[in-house]
């Protein structure tokens, strides 16, 4: 026999020199589910491990956090006043500007801060964009989006993440934000965004599910590859600085055809239902987290990802599972 494949596998040394994929902890973003109030920490059901914070408790998380390593966080404004034109999304005393200010005045720029764009927990019915007769509105979405945006670039953050899926709103974000000197605000793209059951805890924990019908005229159907590509072309032509593939396990063959065809870095959100699948089934004794969660990680990595959004990502430090 000529070919032994087994040779390199006959000890962790050898494993570790040809290991094709490495992770690292600069390739995490951990997200939070901020709230109005002060003293809250309140503990997601359908996501064990995972509480929505008011700001003071946020800014304590968060130190807590920096401590381990975790320094890129995604954050999601939870439970503001809703209106039909959702115009608490660009409230400039929201709670996520709140936040943004708070973090950034105790801890700087050792912190670098996203933030979520969408109006599906700032609308009455839910949607990501505003309904007219029962339709999500593509072009009037695009206004209020990008004044989201452009708040939130106010207060401080870092780079916007628009996860509404209308068409055009990289370009509106980008004139917007640049009308404005956020010229050097990037922009994540959720560019191929599937309309997905694995949003189902994340709903609950952000308060943004819709009341009336689903996303599926602005989010993708799971059945469709190649549309992903012209959604990543289209964001990338506009001006995104990343684009992102959610959900990533169950669509780890988009991740790699996205990344084959940009060359900008290619973001992937690990969403709520895979991690609640994790955690559910590991704290019934039926898997090991560990073992579970890191390959999943490898996976993503291995798929094309540059960047993992994941839940895991305070467990993966806290543990020292890298
Ligand atoms: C808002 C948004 C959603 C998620 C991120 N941003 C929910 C949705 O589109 O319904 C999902 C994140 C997760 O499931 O962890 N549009
Ligand atoms: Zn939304």
Known sequence: ???RPRRLRKNPIIREL?????LSKDMFIYPYFVVKG?????PIDAMPGISRFSVDELVKDVERGLKLGVNKILLFGVGEDKFEDAHSSYDKNSVISDAIIQLKKNFGDSLYICTDVCLCA????????????????????????AKMALSHARAGADMVAPSDMM???????????DENNFVNTPIMSYATKYASAYYGPFREAAD??????????YQMDF??????????KLDEAEGADIVMVKPALAYLDVIRAVRENTHLPVACYNVSAEYTMVKVAAQANF????KIVMENMYAFTRAGANIIISYHVRDILKNNWL
């Not at 040809?18 to 490495?22: F, L, M, P």
């Not at 609308?123 to 009037?140: A, K």
């Open 287 to 290: 898997i090991d987290e560990q």
């Open 167 to 177: 068409d055009g709103r990289i370009a509106a974000m980008r004139k917007m934000l």
């Open 223 to 232: 059945r469709n590859l190649n549309e992903s590509l012209r959604e990543a």
């Open 1 to 3: 026999m000529i070919h």
């Open 18 to 22: 040809i290991a094709e994929t490495r």
């Open 208 to 217: 943004s599910a819709p009341g009336k019908g689903d996303r599926k005229s």
């Open 122 to 145: 700032y609308t009455t019915h839910g949607h990501c964009g505003i309904l007219h007769d029962d339709y999500v509105d593509n072009d009037s979405s695009l206004e209020i989006l």
């Open 38 to 42: 002060k003293g809250i920490i309140q």
